[in-house]
T-cell receptor, first 110, second 115 residues
Framework: GEDVEQSLFLSVREGDSSVINCTYTDSSSTYLYWYKQEPGAGLQLLTYIFSNMDMKQDQRLTVLLNKKDKHLSLRIADTQTGDSAIYFCAESIGDYKLSFGAGTTVTVRA | DSGVTQTPKHLITATGQRVTLRCSPRSGDLSVYWYQQSLDQGLQFLIQYYNGEERAKGNILERFSAQQFPDLHSELNLSSLELGDSALYFC??????????????FGSGTQLSVL
């Protein structure tokens, strides 16, 4: 099946770490992605992880993948006000499309 | 700027009408994807075209159709519009397909309001 689930909201204090969680269902997904959507804009690819990896770090972003539990997380270190956005988890389905979660709205408070 | 252009940015129309949304992919990209984003359904994949041919179909209603032209731009046609069709429609493009982990580049979307 194609069902990606995320919590809908996350509030974090500026300077703290944010952790956004996601579960997916297709065990054959080759790649898993995190996209960011700022107000009035399209989705922008933040990072991705290949399914045979456990972790990927890219500057302030750390992606953890637990393939056994089909759980993906995105950690943003030293969260800034510019990180306020909607974050989408997505899995590749077959060869031709991505299935997205509903998105987690991250609000960074001072 | 992602390089993907969608027009119009906003569209207001009435129930029963028909509209056409247009997308120009990034230069050199052969694949175009259409997604619908609504509050209750989230981001739903509608359809993908690759070099003029339909490649994959998602949750696209029969009232909706799409095509990709020889110059690679794409149009999404929505007919017999209903209130529930109000949503943000995104187009994305990539060089080929997601099988090779190509990034999808999204346009800014067309906000459709059906009154």
């Amino acid at each position: 099946g194609e069902d990606v689930e995320q919590s809908l909201f996350l509030s974090v204090r500026e300077g703290d770490s944010s952790v956004i969680n996601c579960t997916y269902t297709d065990s054959s997904s080759t790649y898993l992605y995190w996209y960011k959507q700022e107000p009035g804009a399209g989705l922008q690819l933040l990072t991705y992880i290949f399914s045979n990896m456990d972790m990927k770090q890219d500057q302030r972003l750390t992606v953890l993948l637990n393939k056994k539990d089909k759980h993906l997380s995105l950690r943003i270190a030293d969260t800034q006000t510019g990180d306020s956005a909607i974050y989408f988890c997505a899995e590749s389905i077959g060869d031709y499309k991505l299935s997205f979660g509903a998105g987690t709205t991250v609000t960074v408070r001072a | 700027d992602s390089g993907v252009t969608q027009t119009p940015k906003h569209l207001i129309t009435a129930t029963g009408q028909r509209v056409t949304l247009r997308c120009s992919p990034r230069s050199g990209d052969l694949s175009v994807y259409w997604y619908q984003q609504s509050l209750d359904q989230g981001l739903q994949f509608l359809i993908q075209y690759y070099n003029g041919e339909e490649r994959a179909k998602g949750n696209i209603l029969e009232r909706f159709s799409a095509q990709q032209f020889p110059d690679l731009h794409s149009e999404l046609n929505l007919s017999s519009l209903e209130l529930g069709d109000s949503a943000l429609y995104f187009c994305a493009s990539s060089p080929g397909g997601v099988a090779t982990n190509e990034k999808l580049f999204f346009g800014s979307g067309t906000q459709l309001s059906v009154l």
